[in-house]
Every structure is written in structure tokens, then in C-alpha cells.
């Protein structure tokens, strides 16, 4: 009796070793020396529509479940940025579109035509997920079926799905939760998103100025990206506001008021690359005293 009592006591004391033993290797590991979940940003490019000596603004976001593209630039030259990043276009597992002007939308039309090759190929994995507006998925579901071969665009619907999505609407993407919203745009409907992804907050306000309307998504994120169409010094010589842009100095000041972290600036004029970085971070700085990254083409992110 008092044998089979000491046999149970002794396999209940090595059962809640175990687990004490492997929740203090989680707390060790995980809690103290970090294993967090890694995102990452690499900008594929940086400049505003009309660009020529670096890309439109587009880039990619990559966790440690997959890689999420956002706008595409104007052309083809996606693939070349894609190719210098070394960035794979068949490890994109979804596309997120925030508007129809041609600086943002014609190059989902290359990584539609690419991925669709490949999925007929044998070489893509799992499905390409798009997202954005109704009008925007209608264009492009359009463009797809009058620009494309057959055989191509009759991926779309099978391997490539074209994801309709609301103001508000939440989806599922690259192991994170995205909320989709509207920026209010006086030109035309454009969306940008909340990314949530382990500890990490972001949005992504597309490239027109904040609204006050999109507070709830972006107040107390790490990281804001935003535009910056130019510096305010130099307000008379590229007339940000004349094309409803903004510049530099207003990204840091609203990033204060809605207490975010870190910011990104992108979608800016190409007249000032040799020292876009230098002075268009002092400046956003002059009100804000997070992190400012101004990054180059192709440069990487660690979104911590
Ligand atoms: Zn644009």
C-alpha cells in the first residue's frame, strides 16, 4: 500500500517538474532573452508618382510567417526592385492594394501575371491572397481578364483570390491581424491598414495626409508609415499641400500627438535623395522624439 502511494507520489512530483521545468525555460528563453516575434520592413521603393531615379513607394512586410507586399509601384520595375531586395516574388503570400493610381496599382498587375506563371509552373505554394477596397478589386479583377492571357487570369478566383474588403473589415495575413481602413482621401477612395503582430503595432496611412478620423487605428502604434511629400522648408519649392501631400515636419508632429513610437516616411520627392535622410529625419524630429526612419530603396527595417 504504502508502496503504491510512494510510486504516485513520485510520478505526480516528476509530472509538475516537467511542467514548472518547461515554464521556466519559456520565461528564460521567450520573456527574458527574447524570442519575440520578428517582423521586418524592406522598402522596395521610396519616391512619389512620378519618380524616375528611385521606384514609387512600395514595399514589403515579412514575419517569421510570411512576406506581405503593399502597392506595387507603376510597372514592371517592381520585379526588378523585388530581384535587388532578393526578395522572391513566389515567397509573397498576399499583396495588400491602398489605391488605384498608377504609382500603387500597375505593378500588381506583374505580380498577378508572375505569380499566376508560377502557380501553372508547379512552383508556387499554398494561395496569393489580394486585399483592398470593392472598386479596387473590380479594376483589377477588369485589368487582369482584358491585359492578361487566358491562361493566366484564370488563376484569379482558383490560386490568386482578389479579397473584397470593408472599412473596418479585419483579415488574416502572414500569421498577423490586419484591420483595414479608410483614409478619408479627397481624391479617391484609398485604404490603409492596422497590422498587429505578436507585441508589435503598426499602420500603414497610404499616401495622403492623416485624417483625425483614422485616430482609433493609429493612436499608440510602434510604427506609423506615412508620407512625407517633401520637407516644410522646402514647402514653396514642391507645394505639398497644393497636391494634397505633407511633409516631414507634419509626420513628426501628428506621430506626437497620437503618441506612436517610431515612424517611416515614404512617398517623397526625388530632387533631395543625397540628403533626404539627414534632413527630412532632423526635421520630422524638430516635434517628435521617437525613432524617424527616412530609408533608401531597398533598405531593411527591423520593425522593433
Ligand atoms: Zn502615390
Not at 8 to 14: E, Y
Not at 55 to 62: A, K, L, W
Not at 84 to 104: E, Q
Not at 223 to 250: G, Q
Request: aromatic share 12%; charged share 20%.
Amino acid at each position: 500500500m504504502l508502496h503504491t502511494i510512494s510510486i504516485h507520489f513520485v510520478f505526480a512530483f516528476s509530472f509538475i517538474n516537467f511542467f514548472v521545468s518547461v515554464f521556466v525555460i519559456n520565461y528564460y528563453f521567450c520573456g527574458q532573452i527574447n524570442c519575440k516575434m520578428k517582423a521586418k520592413i524592406t522598402m522596395l521603393g521610396t519616391g512619389n508618382a512620378l519618380v524616375t531615379k528611385c521606384y514609387n513607394t512600395c514595399f514589403v512586410i515579412s514575419t517569421e510567417e510570411g512576406n506581405l507586399l503593399t502597392d506595387a509601384g507603376g510597372g514592371n520595375g517592381v520585379l526588378v526592385q523585388l530581384e535587388k531586395a532578393g526578395i522572391d516574388y513566389r515567397s509573397l503570400n498576399a499583396m495588400f492594394l491602398t489605391h488605384a493610381h498608377t504609382d500603387h496599382l500597375l505593378g500588381a498587375l506583374w505580380i498577378v501575371r508572375m505569380i499566376s506563371t508560377a502557380i501553372n509552373r508547379g512552383e508556387y505554394k499554398g494561395i496569393f491572397n489580394i486585399y483592398s477596397h470593392s472598386h479596387l478589386c473590380g479594376l483589377l479583377k477588369m485589368m487582369v481578364t482584358e491585359m492578361l492571357p487566358k491562361k493566366i487570369a484564370s488563376e484569379v478566383g482558383k490560386g490568386i483570390l482578389i479579397n473584397e474588403i470593408g472599412d473596418g473589415e479585419a483579415f488574416e495575413a502572414i500569421g498577423a491581424h490586419f484591420t483595414a481602413f479608410s483614409i478619408h482621401s479627397t481624391k479617391l477612395e484609398q485604404f490603409g491598414y492596422r497590422m498587429e503582430y505578436g507585441d508589435l503595432k503598426l499602420a500603414c496611412l497610404g499616401d495622403e495626409p492623416y485624417n483625425e478620423k483614422c485616430a482609433d487605428y493609429v493612436k499608440g502604434v510602434d510604427w506609423m508609415l506615412c508620407e512625407a511629400f517633401c520637407l516644410y522648408d522646402d514647402r514653396d519649392r514642391f507645394h505639398p499641400y497644393e497636391k494634397h501631400h505633407s511633409t516631414a515636419k507634419d509626420a513628426g508632429e501628428i506621430a506626437s500627438t497620437l503618441d506612436v513610437k517610431n515612424i517611416l516616411l515614404y512617398h517623397t520627392e526625388e530632387k533631395t535623395l543625397d540628403t533626404r535622410k539627414e534632413r527630412y529625419t532632423a526635421e520630422a524630429k524638430l516635434g517628435f522624439s521617437g525613432r524617424v526612419e527616412v530609408p533608401y530603396d531597398l533598405e531593411t527595417v527591423e520593425l522593433e
